[in-house]
């Protein structure tokens, strides 16, 4: 089907009823459904569906750069590009289960971008959903270069909450982390879960590979998996931030949170021919667990 600038999008539908829907406008999960029909995923109600302005919600891909730490845009460029249908991908080594529904997408960049960032890649994105409604997002990057090139990643999540004040996350107790309210200083969280009662920016360092959201109130948790993902992103704007973004309604810091998984304090390195994969799986269950770890 097409979005409302006539830009192509993808509906991945299980046989339970759960749905998924990814736009070739930033390679952009734009919605993901339980097979109730819920969303899951936070898009703002003054969200702007116009290339080249990444629409804010969903799930939008922060590549070859993080934040606003280097020359390129703020998140890199790969948000905000047209990509295309890969009809012919490369096999994926990974242990991936029949029974999903999925779609493969492609990014190269074109002269534009080479002259910002003057690197050739081959950015392959596979988001599929399985039969029990998970959603998995792998994304391969191959250097077709002939000279290293190194870059960070992030997959910006948009978790609808109820009630972020109700809201904790387990999995990231104890770890050192990368304060943007603060200069990027190094902090330690200490023992407790996370919550939430002002604006947070943070970047976990090195995190385990299975992070969960509690929603007390909504009674759901979302599991996060990640592979080749050390860091973990928190944020949420709250009040004031939120007053400043134009396309971000005043209280809706409220019913969201960003929880992404992402290679950032130590950016990936690949040499000419090498291709780095970066995998997230996102599950909701009606308790908290983490079992692996
Ligand atoms: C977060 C950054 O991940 O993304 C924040 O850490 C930033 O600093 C936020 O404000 C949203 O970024 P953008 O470019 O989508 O408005």
């Known amino acids: 089907s097409k979005d409302w600038n006539g830009i192509d999008q993808i509906v991945l539908r299980n046989p339970q009823g759960a749905s998924a829907r990814v736009s070739l406008h930033g390679g952009q999960v734009t919605s993901w459904r339980n097979d109730r029909g819920e969303e899951l995923l936070f898009t703002s109600s003054k969200a702007i569906f116009k290339p080249p302005k990444s629409m804010r919600g969903g799930i939008p891909i922060c590549f070859p750069q993080f934040g606003n730490c280097g020359s390129l845009e703020q998140h890199g460029f790969a948000r905000s590009k047209i990509w ?52 998995a997002l792998i994304s391969r990057i191959r250097n077709i270069n002939g ?16 009630d972020i004040s109700e809201v904790r996350i387990e999995g990231l107790e104890t770890l050192d982390y990368l304060d943007n309210l603060c200069q990027r200083n190094r902090f330690t969280e200490q023992g407790d879960a996370i919550t939430f009662e002002s604006e947070v ?5 090195s995190s385990q590979n299975c992070i969960a959201v509690l929603d007390h109130e909504r009674k759901r948790t979302y599991v996060l998996r990640k592979e080749g993902l050390p860091d973990v992103v928190v944020w949420n704007p709250w009040d004031k931030k939120s007053k400043s973004m134009a396309d971000f309604g005043d209280e809706e810091y409220k019913q969201m949170l960003c929880v ?20 997230l799986e996102l599950a909701v269950v009606s308790s908290s667990f983490c079992s692996e770890n």
């Open 147 to 162: 000279k290293p090139f190194s870059f960070s990643f992030a997959y910006h999540t948009y978790l609808s909450v109820s």
């Open 201 to 205: 920016d943070r970047v976990y360092l």
């Open 260 to 279: 992404d998984g992402a290679a950032i304090e130590k950016p990936i390195t690949l040499k000419p021919g090498e291709e780095w994969t970066g995998r």
């Open 84 to 135: 295309t249908i890969d009809d012919n991908p490369p096999p994926l080594h990974l242990n991936e289960s029949t029974g999903k529904s999925f779609i493969d997408l492609l990014l190269k960049p074109s002269e534009e971008d080479l002259k910002c960032w003057p690197h050739s890649f081959e950015f392959r994105l596979r988001v599929s959903l399985a039969s029990d409604g998970n959603l």
